[in-house]
């Protein structure tokens, strides 16, 4: 099973198999998850807010997803992952509260969700599986033997994506 690797929010790791990364209490921040299907090097960032570029302090480039993804492939890089390989799974993004306006800044988990496929998207890294939006928390387990991602939540069980 190998060891058990915490990403806190706002926060990323990577992990050559054999391997577990976990991220606790995903709401509207959104479990960005990489993976290289050869050799099983696994990644997660903790993404809070969509973009660093409308953001005076920017400088936890975990933070972002526009930032965050575009390091956490670097890093993977380092460990012998290739950007060619790697897949992704995505979830979070809920919709934590429900506000009588609906302006945009509100929606900050869809907001979050939209740019993290953009990013993936503009990376050519394809998006296997998603479990996001709805309005509850969720934890994540990426598992780098085998690349699937256990996700618990409080009230709709557990599941494998």
């Known amino acids: 099973m190998g060891d ?3 990403v806190g929010m ?4 990577c992990t050559r198999n054999p391997g577990v990364l976990t ?4 709401g509207s921040c959104v479990g960005i998850c990489l993976y290289d ?5 696994s990644g997660m ?8 570029l409308h953001i005076k302090n920017n400088s936890n480039i975990a933070k972002f997803a526009d930032t965050a ?3 956490l492939i670097e890093d993977m890089q380092k460990i012998g992952a290739s950007k060619y390989r790697l897949v992704s799974k995505i979830a979070g993004g809920s919709q934590m509260f429900n506000f009588n ?4 800044i509100m929606r900050i988990g869809s907001r979050n969700v939209t740019a993290t496929k953009e990013v993936l ?3 050519n890294i394809p998006i296997i599986a998603e479990d996001t939006g709805g309005n509850y928390g969720r934890t994540i387990e990426l598992y780098s033997e085998t690349g699937v991602l256990l996700i618990k939540t409080i009230g709709f069980g557990t599941k494998k994506i």
């Not at 706002?10 to 790791?13: E, F, G, P, S, V």
């Not at 960032?45 to 660093?52: E, K, R």
């Open 121 to 123: 998207q503009s990376l």
């Open 10 to 13: 706002a926060d990323l790791n």
């Open 23 to 26: 991220t606790l209490g995903l």
């Open 37 to 41: 299907t050869s050799t099983k090097i």
């Open 4 to 6: 058990l690797i915490k």
């Open 69 to 71: 993804i575009v390091k």
């Open 101 to 104: 306006d609906s302006s945009d």
């Open 45 to 52: 960032a903790h993404i809070m807010l969509p973009s660093s």
